[in-house]
């Protein structure tokens, strides 16, 4: 059965940090490009980054350039995600998703990322 | 950035009814529009990619139509377990940005 499944998530103050892990199986993890996907509470879907199958190409949304990192263990068949310098509004559902040619296809359970202030 | 904007918002229909979601790129996509299906604490589901390619499994009732900057998801009979929040993406470049959502409701 082709999975994602994340993990890492949590209660953070305003400041902190937190890596976020998902974890492939079923398929070719080291295949496909990857991406992290949000969802504040209560609202629409929020593409966060993306990272190329080999790990060379990574992009971000603004919002998150600058304090998150995307990045890859394809040997772990695992993405990760590095949240520093977290806000408030940061709070959301995080979901990641594999890419199969214009559209993602597996979506992970999701992970909830708290951050008080 | 590409901005993706639904209309409507919301709409309630019955059972059996013919329903339209549009979405509207602010520059060329191309073909580079997804659909997706999210119902209440579930993770969204791919329905249709490159603006009409129906994703393995997905009921023939949907559909999808446009190229450019105006696209269409239509729902030619609507079922029960229809009832969800609808979002289209343009993948055509970063950030890749999803329209606010569009809740189907079933009356």
């Known amino acids: 059965e082709v999975q994602l499944v994340e993990s890492g998530g949590g209660l953070v103050q305003s400041g902190g940090s937190l890596r976020l892990s998902c974890t492939g199986s079923?398929?070719?993890?080291?295949?496909?490009?990857m991406n992290w996907v949000r969802q504040a509470p209560g609202k629409g879907l929020e593409w966060v980054a993306d990272?190329?199958?080999?790990?060379?190409?990574?992009n971000y949304v603004d919002s998150v350039k600058g304090r998150f990192t995307i990045s890859r263990d394809n040997a772990e068949n695992s993405l990760y995600l590095q949240m520093n310098s977290l806000r408030a509004e940061d709070t959301a559902v995080y979901y990641c998703?594999?890419?199969?040619?214009?559209?993602?296809?597996?979506w992970g359970q999701g992970t909830v990322v708290t951050v008080s202030s | 950035d590409i901005q993706m904007t639904q209309s409507p918002p919301s709409l309630s229909a019955s059972v059996g009814d013919r329903v339209t979601i549009t979405c509207r790129a602010s520059q060329n996509i191309g073909s580079y529009l997804n659909w997706y299906q999210q119902k209440p604490g579930k993770a969204p589901n791919l329905l249709i990619y490159?603006?009409?390619i129906l994703q393995t499994g997905v009921p023939s009732t949907f559909s999808g139509s446009g190229s450019g900057t105006d696209f269409t998801l239509t729902i030619s009979s609507l079922q029960p377990e229809d009832s969800a929040t609808y979002y289209c993406q343009q993948t055509y470049t970063t950030p890749r940005t999803f329209g606010q959502g569009t809740k189907l409701e079933i009356k």
């Open positions: 079923g398929f070719s993890f080291n295949s496909y490009w």
């Open positions: 990272i190329q199958d080999n790990g060379r190409e990574r």
């Open positions: 998703a594999r890419r199969r040619l214009y559209g993602f296809d597996v």
């Open positions: 490159s603006v009409s």
